[in-house]
C-alpha cells in the first residue's frame, strides 16, 4: 500500500492542482502529454520522498574525508578521477564504492545514442543557449524550495556572469561527441558537479536556520531531476516552439545523453525517464509540487537578467544589453507566462511577441537543413563550434569554471 504523501512530504509541497494553470503546464497538458496530466499517489509519494533524499555515495565520501588527513581526502579524489581507482594502494572503502558506482555502465546505455544526442545538443546554438538561460535557468528560479540552498552557498551574492559561464562551460564539457567516455571532460565534469553537491549539502545541513522539514534535505532528489529535465526535455520543448527540428530518434537521444548524465551527478537510476513521455510527466509532476517564486528567486532572478549589462562601458553598449534584457525576458515571458515572469520581476510584456514572429524562418531553415545532402553535419560542427568559442569569450580571464577540489576543502 502506497503511503499517503502528505504524511511525508516537507511543508513546502503544494497540492498538483495549485499550480495546474502555470502556461507551461498548460502547453504540457495540451500539446506533449498523452491522457491525463495529473500525477497520481505513488507518484506524488515517491516526489516527496525524494525530498528527503541525498545521495549516499558521494554524502558518505564527503564524510569520511571529514576524519581523514587534511586535504588527503581530496588528493585520492582527484587521483582515481584523473588516472582510475586501481591506481590508489588500499583505497578507502567509501571511495572504492563511489568510483565503482560511477565506472558502472547502466545495463540501458547505448553509446551511439550518446554520441547523437551530443550532436543534436550543439546543433542549435543561439537558440539552445538562450532557451538554457532563459527558460532553463531563469525558469528554474521560479522555484523556491529548490534554490533555497544557494542562500546558504553564497549564490545570492554571486557574479551571475560566472553562473552562466559555468552552466554553459558544463553544458558544452559533456555535450562534446565523445566527451562522456571515462577519463574524457564532460565524464569528469559531471562527477565534479556531483561532489559539489555533496560538499554543499553537508555544509548547508549543519547550519542552524536550515529547516529540513520545510524544504528537505539541501539539493535533493527531487530538485535534481527537475534541473536535469530543465536541461534535456524542456531543452528539447523550447527549441523545437522556436523552431528547431528534431527527428524522434534525436530527442530520444538528447533525453538519453541527459539520463546519463544525471546518472553520474547522483540522481537515483530508476527515476531518470527513458522516453519523452515519461520525461513529459515528470517535468509536469515535479513543476505542480513546488511552491513558486519569493525574495530569493527574484534577488537570483534580477542578477541573471542584468548579466548583458556587464563590463558595458560606452552607451551604445549599454544600449544593445538593454535590449538583449528586454528580448531574453520576452523569451521567458512567453514560454513560461505572465505570473513567472511578474513574480520574477522581468519586463518583456512587448518583446514576449517578437518570440512567435521569428519561429517561421527559423523552421523554414531548419527544413532546407533536412532536405540538404551535409547540412547537418555542417550545422553540428558550426554549432559545437560556435558553443565552444562562446565559453571561452565567458570564461576568459576566469579560473577553471568547475570549483577544484582543493579549493571546496577548503571553503567546507
Not at 565523445?178 to 555544509?203: D, E, L, T, Y
Not at 548547508?204 to 535534481?224: F, L, N, Y
Not at 513560461?336 to 527559423?362: C, H, N, R
Request: aromatic share 10%; net charge neutral.
Amino acid at each position: 500500500m502506497t503511503q499517503n504523501y502528505r504524511t511525508i512530504a516537507p511543508k513546502c509541497f503544494v497540492e498538483p492542482e495549485t499550480n495546474a494553470h502555470l502556461r507551461h503546464l498548460k502547453m504540457l497538458r495540451r500539446f506533449a502529454i498523452k491522457g491525463d496530466a495529473t500525477p497520481n499517489e505513488d507518484d506524488l509519494a515517491r516526489l516527496a520522498q525524494g525530498f528527503f533524499k541525498g545521495d549516499p555515495l558521494a554524502d558518505q565520501l564527503i564524510a569520511d574525508m571529514h576524519q581523514w588527513p587534511e586535504g588527503e581526502g581530496m588528493k585520492l579524489f582527484d587521483k582515481a578521477l584523473d588516472y582510475g581507482l586501481d591506481t590508489i594502494d588500499d583505497a578507502p572503502a567509501s571511495l572504492v564504492a563511489f568510483f565503482e558506482s560511477i565506472e558502472r555502465k547502466p545495463a540501458w546505455l547505448i553509446p551511439h545514442l550518446l554520441e547523437l544526442g551530443a550532436h543534436a545538443f550543439q546543433r542549435n546554438t543561439r537558440i539552445g543557449i538562450s532557451s538554457l538561460i532563459n527558460v532553463g535557468l531563469m525558469g528554474g528560479y521560479y522555484f523556491s524550495s529548490v534554490i533555497k540552498p544557494l542562500m546558504y552557498t553564497g549564490e545570492l551574492g554571486y557574479n551571475a556572469d560566472k553562473r552562466v559561464a559555468e552552466t554553459a562551460r558544463f553544458t558544452v564539457d559533456v555535450s562534446c561527441p565523445g566527451n562522456m567516455q571515462r577519463f574524457k571532460p564532460g565524464f569528469r565534469a559531471a562527477v565534479k558537479v556531483r561532489m559539489i553537491h555533496a560538499m554543499a549539502r553537508a555544509s548547508v545541513s549543519k547550519a542552524d536556520s536550515w529547516d529540513e522539514q520545510q524544504w528537505g534535505v539541501p539539493i535533493h532528489q527531487t530538485g535534481m531531476l527537475g534541473t536535469n529535465l530543465l536541461f534535456s526535455y524542456s531543452y528539447i520543448q523550447t527549441c523545437k516552439a522556436r523552431g528547431c527540428r528534431y527527428t524522434s530518434l534525436e530527442e530520444e537521444a538528447i533525453l538519453h545523453l541527459w539520463r546519463y548524465i544525471g546518472y553520474l551527478i547522483g540522481i537515483e537510476e530508476t527515476t531518470l525517464p527513458a522516453t519523452m513521455q515519461e520525461a513529459a510527466h515528470a517535468t509536469y509532476a515535479i513543476s505542480s509540487i513546488l511552491p513558486g517564486a519569493d525574495q530569493d528567486s527574484r534577488a537570483l532572478a534580477q542578477a541573471l537578467h542584468k548579466v548583458p549589462l556587464e563590463n558595458t562601458i560606452s552607451v551604445y553598449e549599454r544600449l544593445q544589453a538593454t535590449l538583449l534584457m528586454h528580448f531574453n525576458a520576452g523569451i521567458t515571458r512567453f514560454f513560461m507566462g505572465k505570473e513567472v515572469a511578474d513574480s520574477l520581476g522581468l519586463p518583456g510584456q512587448l518583446t514576449q511577441w517578437l518570440i512567435p514572429l521569428l519561429i517561421p524562418a527559423k523552421y523554414i531553415t531548419e527544413t532546407l537543413r533536412l532536405m540538404t545532402p551535409g547540412a547537418t553535419q555542417w550545422s553540428q560542427k558550426r554549432g559545437q563550434k560556435a558553443r565552444t568559442k562562446y565559453v571561452q569569450q565567458m570564461t576568459e580571464g576566469r579560473e577553471s569554471p568547475y570549483t577544484t577540489a582543493g579549493q571546496l576543502k577548503q571553503q567546507s
